[in-house]
């Protein structure tokens, strides 16, 4: 577990290096730019506007975050060739992705509550109040790094066997079609030969449902989040994670490094 | 490598003689683009459905953006008289991606009955949009008043607004002033008073600065026709009692029916014409309910 823990510290420290917070700056001027500029052109949007545009901008930010240095976290330490020095150590291959998933997430973690305490700060400058609807807005923060958790995985994942570029087209073509899982259902539903629709409902089911985790319109008309989907979703982001991790760490445990 | 109070300046220099090029060329080419630039009166996505698939789940920010088109191209027609053609598509667009925007139904129901040219003037659309928030939002019972305006407004069907106000104010919870809203328009029609309460209660409905400065403005025309009536009636009497047509205000106030020379509310005088009607100055920043726009 020190071990784990050592090299999530370190990933943490590397991407802390590589500037990615640097993307807070964007992120608050994003905001700010947005409600000060809705509220001239628009007419009473200009909270909805804050909380839609300022959680999608959570997830997009950390959707970039998650997967350009999802990709690289394995390749690149086969291409700087630090990996054959690390596991000249006692580490375990297993103990290296899964180190390297705790760092990520914990970048991401770090980034998103920065990223949430600016959007409360925006909502406060807009409102100049907090009010029963603005709880729920963090439920919807959580659902959007359980998004980012899964991303993280499956860039892992993709990361251990491709290249960056690969890896990069994959986990986001799966976010893509994960964004549009409902589609899938429902198309599976309209399919009237049943091989068909069998292939459908498989693929629905295979692919991560990014779908499940976006609340952000209905909290951001105040709506709160049933106890029932809280606890769905985390259990469904902690199985398909611990599913993709298993994956990653067969994969490389299998792959041959010489 | 060089030091920075060396290449510093030279950097300034190139920066500040490329950055008068850009602009300069870019102004060249906003000139000769005039002609190839059209305004985007095109909507690529009609469906409101599609646009909602292809959303990714953020229907709600780009629910935000339609509605934003919608008030955009609202103004812009608005201040270049022009057709209000892709109004209705961009609210039910607007509408479609987020079923609980009410203000998208309820403002751009007020925008779809303006008369043109101030407006559209689609009273039925207007209806439609409602309708659509009352299906999505049932137990919003202030789309009832809504449909009894456009009903008042836009059709003058002074019935229908009334069963309006009154179906309105059978839902539970539903502001008391609805049932009395819908026996007034019943019993006393298109009347100033009524037209007065109606446009009152819009501007107390709302915190938005646009809709109740609107609401604001047709209050004041309702204020300039009371106005306009009372000076009508003086001047009236003036040519009943002397046989004479007024050619001056100060006629009036000679004869000692008007205290001074008549102000409407921006501080402009009031015209007396050579017939003896009384108009707002065209100069006036601001307009009458009845006779419309700068009459």
Same mark, same amino acid.
């Not at chain 1, 973690?109 to 920065?114: C, D, H, Q, R, V």
């Not at chain 2, 060089?2 to 190139?14: C, D, G, S, Y």
């Not at chain 2, 008289?81 to 309820?106: F, N, V």
């Given at each position: 577990?020190?071990?784990?823990?050592?090299?999530?510290?370190?990933?943490?420290?590397?991407?802390?290096?590589?500037?990615?917070?640097?993307?807070?700056?964007?992120?608050?001027?994003?905001?700010?730019?947005?409600? *000060? $500029?809705?509220?001239?052109?628009? #007419?009473?949007? &200009?909270? +909805?506007?804050?909380?839609? /545009?300022? =959680?999608?901008?959570?997830?997009?930010?950390?959707?970039?975050?998650?997967?350009?240095?999802?990709?690289?976290?394995?390749?690149?330490?086969?291409?700087?060739?630090?990996?054959?020095?690390?596991?000249?150590?006692?580490?375990?291959?297993?103990?290296?992705?899964?180190?390297?998933?705790?760092?990520?997430?914990?970048?991401?973690?770090?980034?998103?509550?920065?990223?949430?305490?600016?959007?409360?700060?925006?909502?406060?400058?807009?409102?100049?109040?907090?009010?029963?609807?603005?709880?729920? *807005? $963090?439920?919807?923060?959580?659902? #959007?790094?359980? &998004?980012? +958790?899964?991303?993280?995985? /499956?860039? =892992?994942?993709?990361?251990?066997?491709?290249?960056?570029?690969?890896?990069?087209?994959?986990?986001?073509?799966?976010?893509?079609?994960?964004?549009?899982?409902?589609?899938?259902?429902?198309?599976?539903?309209?399919?009237?030969?049943?091989?068909?629709?069998?292939?459908?409902?498989?693929?629905?089911?295979?692919?991560?449902?990014?779908?499940?985790?976006?609340?952000?319109?209905?909290?951001?008309?105040?709506?709160?989040?049933?106890?029932?989907?809280?606890?769905?979703?985390?259990?469904?982001?902690?199985?398909?994670?611990?599913?993709?991790?298993?994956?990653?760490? +067969?994969?490389?445990?299998?792959?041959? =490094?010489? | 490598?060089?030091?920075?109070?060396?290449?510093?300046?030279?950097?300034?220099?190139?920066?500040?003689?490329?950055?008068?090029?850009?602009?300069?060329?870019?102004?060249?080419?906003?000139?000769?683009?005039?002609?190839?630039?059209?305004?985007?009166?095109?909507?690529?996505?009609?469906?409101?459905?599609?646009?909602?698939?292809?959303?990714?789940?953020?229907?709600?920010?780009?629910?935000?953006?339609?509605?934003?088109?919608?008030?955009?191209?609202?103004?812009?027609?608005?201040?270049?008289?022009?057709?209000?053609?892709?109004?209705?598509?961009?609210?039910?667009?607007?509408?479609?991606?987020?079923?609980?925007?009410?203000?998208?139904?309820?403002?751009?129901?007020?925008?779809?009955?303006?008369?043109?040219?101030?407006?559209?003037?689609?009273?039925?659309?207007?209806?439609?949009?409602?309708?659509?928030?009352?299906?999505?939002?049932?137990?919003?019972?202030?789309?009832?008043?809504?449909?009894?305006?456009?009903?008042?407004?836009?059709?003058?069907?002074?019935?229908?607004?009334?069963?309006?106000?009154?179906?309105?104010?059978?839902?539970?919870?539903?502001?008391?002033?609805?049932?009395?809203?819908?026996?007034?328009?019943?019993?006393?029609?298109?009347?100033?008073?009524?037209?007065?309460?109606?446009?009152?209660?819009?501007?107390?409905?709302?915190?938005?600065?646009?809709?109740?400065?609107?609401?604001?403005?047709?209050?004041?025309?309702?204020?300039?026709?009371?106005?306009?009536?009372?000076?009508?009636?003086?001047?009236?009497?003036?040519?009943?009692?002397?046989?004479?047509?007024?050619?001056?205000?100060?006629?009036?106030?000679?004869?000692?029916?008007?205290?001074?020379?008549?102000?409407?509310?921006?501080?402009?005088?009031?015209?007396?014409?050579?017939?003896?009607?009384?108009?707002?100055?065209?100069?006036?920043?601001?307009?009458?309910?009845?006779?419309?726009?700068?009459?």
């Amino acid at each position: 577990m020190q071990r784990v823990a050592a090299i999530a510290l370190n990933t943490f420290r590397e991407a802390v290096r590589d500037r990615v917070l640097y993307n807070l700056i964007v992120f608050a001027l994003l905001l700010i730019g947005t409600a *000060i $500029l809705f509220g001239e052109i628009s #007419i009473g949007i &200009q909270t +909805l506007i804050l909380i839609n /545009l300022g =959680l999608a901008a959570i997830t997009f930010f950390g959707l970039a975050i998650a997967i350009f240095i999802g990709i690289g976290l394995v390749y690149k330490e086969l291409d700087k060739r630090t990996l054959y020095a690390l596991l000249s150590k006692p580490v375990r291959r297993y103990e290296f992705i899964l180190g390297k998933f705790g760092g990520l997430a914990l970048t991401l973690l770090i980034n998103t509550a920065f990223m949430t305490a600016g959007f409360f700060l925006a909502l406060y400058y807009v409102k100049r109040s907090f009010d029963a609807g603005d709880p729920p *807005i $963090l439920v919807a923060i959580y659902f #959007i790094f359980l &998004q980012l +958790l899964l991303a993280t995985a /499956l860039a =892992l994942l993709f990361s251990c066997f491709s290249s960056p570029v690969l890896s990069a087209a994959f986990t986001l073509g799966l976010f893509l079609v994960g964004s549009f899982a409902a589609d899938l259902k429902d198309l599976a539903d309209a399919l009237e030969a049943p091989w068909l629709e069998g292939v459908m409902r498989a693929i629905y089911y295979a692919v991560p449902n990014f779908s499940n985790f976006n609340v952000i319109t209905a909290v951001a008309h105040g709506h709160s989040v049933p106890a029932t989907l809280f606890w769905s979703n985390t259990a469904y982001a902690a199985v398909y994670i611990t599913l993709v991790l298993l994956a990653s760490m +067969l994969i490389f445990q299998n792959r041959n =490094l010489k | 490598m060089i030091p920075v109070r060396r290449w510093l300046p030279f950097a300034i220099l190139v920066a500040l003689l490329g950055g008068a090029a850009v602009v300069h060329i870019q102004r060249n080419l906003d000139a000769e683009m005039t002609v190839f630039h059209v305004e985007a009166q095109e909507l690529y996505l009609t469906s409101g459905d599609w646009v909602k698939r292809l959303s990714l789940g953020y229907h709600g920010l780009l629910a935000c953006l339609y509605w934003t088109r919608a008030v955009q191209h609202f103004g812009r027609q608005r201040l270049a008289h022009g057709e209000y053609r892709l109004l209705y598509p961009l609210l039910d667009i607007t509408t479609t991606l987020d079923p609980e925007l009410i203000l998208a139904y309820r403002f751009g129901a007020v925008f779809l009955t303006e008369e043109p040219p101030s407006g559209p003037g689609r009273p039925e659309l207007a209806i439609k949009l409602l309708e659509k928030g009352l299906q999505q939002n049932p137990a919003y019972w202030r789309f009832w008043y809504d449909i009894g305006f456009v009903y008042y407004r836009g059709f003058k069907d002074y019935q229908k607004a009334s069963e309006a106000f009154y179906q309105g104010s059978e839902y539970p919870g539903a502001a008391p002033w609805m049932r009395i809203m819908a026996a007034k328009v019943a019993a006393e029609g298109g009347t100033r008073q009524t037209a007065r309460a109606l446009w009152q209660e819009l501007y107390n409905s709302t915190d938005d600065p646009t809709i109740r400065a609107s609401a604001e403005l047709h209050l004041l025309g309702l204020r300039i026709d009371d106005e306009i009536e009372f000076l009508q009636a003086k001047v009236d009497h003036y040519i009943h009692v002397t046989r004479k047509v007024p050619s001056r205000w100060e006629d009036l106030f000679a004869a000692g029916l008007l205290p001074g020379r008549p102000l409407d509310p921006m501080g402009r005088p009031y015209r007396l014409k050579y017939d003896g009607t009384v108009l707002l100055d065209p100069q006036s920043r601001i307009f009458t309910s009845k006779l419309g726009w700068r009459e």
